[in-house]
């Protein structure tokens, strides 16, 4: 035998599936749709927290300029985040919604599948139109997107959130379609799954971004310090 | 979020009509070749400015539409084209998508529908960057990093339409790469056949697995500095823009920083090097392994070497902006870092070279271009050592010695492999083989040409003569010799360019005149060379997928007929055809 030109070829190696006999259950094309499809969102939402790191770490260097005018300052739109905090807990409701959506589902329940999905898509809208309900007392007080960095990053920030909760509704959209089309419940139920795997990441992001955007220079400068921004 | 829409619907889409089935296909093989046409045809656009630029730098004044602006326009448009709409697409968008699911032992890829998606929103980001060319004030010519505030200031050329269609047409970029990037990274992780674990992969999946990543990861930050871009160009905010007198006006912006832009884009711009690197490492690799009919040396160490150079990737990317001014520390941060890569890249080169090492090697077409790929790579990089300390990129900064370096190390040497990959897997893709003689004069006018091209440009460099100039009339300290030397670079390099012409015709006739491959012309062992049809019929396998028993580098095993055993063999069927030859050379010694 030749050592080492076989390496590698004997052994079945770590993971080596194929030690199983031939001929077992497998699906036709060789792999799990539903498996692949949830790793295909978490690969598509570690880009998506890439983009918004980046977005966020841009937010904390430029925050530490002269011309920063705060939104929390007393005057400011944000010094007090009551409609955001309504907005928060409209967020928390679609996550819930979808979450009672998706455990209904796994039981087979399609009642209850059905309103939970409904109701974390409506949730949802509630939430962008609230956003959309800020950004107009922005622009009452003449708090316009070139007016001030400031408010450049929370319209640029709050605006590409609410577009990825726009493409999410999509997806809810056509999902909604074939619940509405009957399809089988155990065949809706991974797309339930990744829907509201989004939504609850949407959230945990919409929180990071509630937190900084309302935070005070102060916290900023804390943080380009730990970055080494300063 | 199509893939919902995905989770149960019928599985293969089989085409039925001439539309479906060449022009809105979800096959991943007809996919790969919309991306790599459409790639290299954009590519011959690049390559016809860098013609126009040369004949400007080595013969001033002979071409009456080039002034100053059209010149920056051409670079500019050379550049972001080269980098991003030919190599990243071409390696990514055609190889990935090609060679993925076959190397792995898929049907297609988990999501074909936004693989499709990917290749449109590709071309439409190419159709939009075209689109700049004929608009008012035409493309912009701020230099391929699009640096602030000149990119958006009055004064540079194309800051009416131009730089607002190329940061358009970089964000759909982003969108197609990022679709493209999801299908690769699920693919190799959810849908590879049975026995084909992550060690027995080919490293050309490893290679462009791993650039699929860094891309997924490293685009969003091109994509942060083109909105913000485009929000202080269009809203007149002040995210880049700092406070700035334009023409004797003061502009509306203040207190933006262009740093804060250079760190995002480089943040970028560095791993983006390596996402068009790392699938050429991968892809060589088979090349260099197959035809000099070795296993590759060190398989799992090329493996970690991929990864590490992947993670490395993300900091070094300060490494391009010494001269932009920073903390002192960072410079020596990202100048050991950018040190540090060199290691396991040296390892690559070093792996390679043993795999050469006692082989029985053929000189065809794909192995030159693989060779010449190793010593032009390794020349490359070794001048990366030198900018990569602080204190000797600061003189060399700008000059041509950075223009020579990085063309030979992320211009010529990826180019090199990609002409090396086609020749070898065209026989795959078309069931014929492209013709050796032509191969052959293409590779050796494009191989010594691009050294006559390159190498002086470090001399230049040396000279102090520096990039981006339109002219160099009245600049003393650069010797009446040096233009005599970009005459002639501008000769040679006119003479490569019309010689890609030898390529693209082989690459026609041999589709339709070339001489008869078979399954398996080069006696590869890794999966693609195994299907059932060559080309690979859509589904690629058959009934029944393959099943694999081996990694993809048998080659020269001894004790049997063929000198190679492909992934699918196993150990038993080895043992046969074992057997079988033992007794074929006995029935043959007997008198």
Redesign the interface.
Known sequence: MNGPLLKNTESAGSGGRWSQPPGTSRVPEGFDRAKAAKVGLRVFLMVVTSLFLLFLLAFIARSQMADWQPLTDPLAPLASARQLWLNTILLVLGSISLQWARLAARRGALSGARLGFTLGGVFAIAFIGGQLWVWKQFVDWGYFVSANPANSFFYLLTGVHGLHLLGGLVAWGRVGARFLRRVALSQLASSVELCAIYWHYLLGLWIVLFFLLTSTPETYQAIAAFCGLR | ????????TE??HEPKSFFTRYIWSQDHKVIAIQYSLTAISVGLVALVLSGLMRIQIGFPGSLEFMDASTYYQAMTMHGMIMVIYLLTALFLGGFGNYLIPLMV???DM??PYVNMLSFWFYLLSVLVLLSSFFVPGGPTGAGWTLYPPQSITQGTPGTEWGIVLMLVSLAIFIVAA?MG???Y??TV???R???M????MPLSVWGIFMASILA???F??L??SA??ML?DKL?????FMPAVISMGQQL?H????PI?FQ??FW?FGHPEVYIVALPAFGLVSDLISTHARK?IFG?RMMVWAIIAIGVLSFVVWAHHMYVSGMNPYFGFFFAATTLIIAVPTALKVYNWVLTLWHGDIHLTVPMLFALAFIVTFLVGGLTGLFLGNVIVDIPLSDTYFVVAHFHMVMGVAPILVIFGAIYHWFPKITGRLMNDTLGKLHFWITFLGTYCIYFPMHYLGLLGMPRRYYAWQNYDFIPQSAQQLNAFITVVALTVGVCQLLFLFNLAWSVFKGKPAGPNPWGAASLEWQTPDTPPVHGNWGPE?P?????AY?????GIEQDF?PQTVS?QELEQMRQRCAEARAASERP
């Open positions: 979020m199509a893939y919902v829409e995905h989770a149960e599985v293969l032992g898929a049907r988990v999501f990022t990037g999801l299908n990274v699920t992780l959810q849908a056949t049975r026995g674990t992550l060690f027995r997924l990861l490293a969003p930050a994509f942060v909105v913000m929000f809203l007149g905010t002040s995210f509306a203040q207190g933006g920083s804060l760190h995002l943040f296993n398989y997928l099943v694999v028993h081996r990694w048998d080659y020269s095993v001894p055993v150990a």
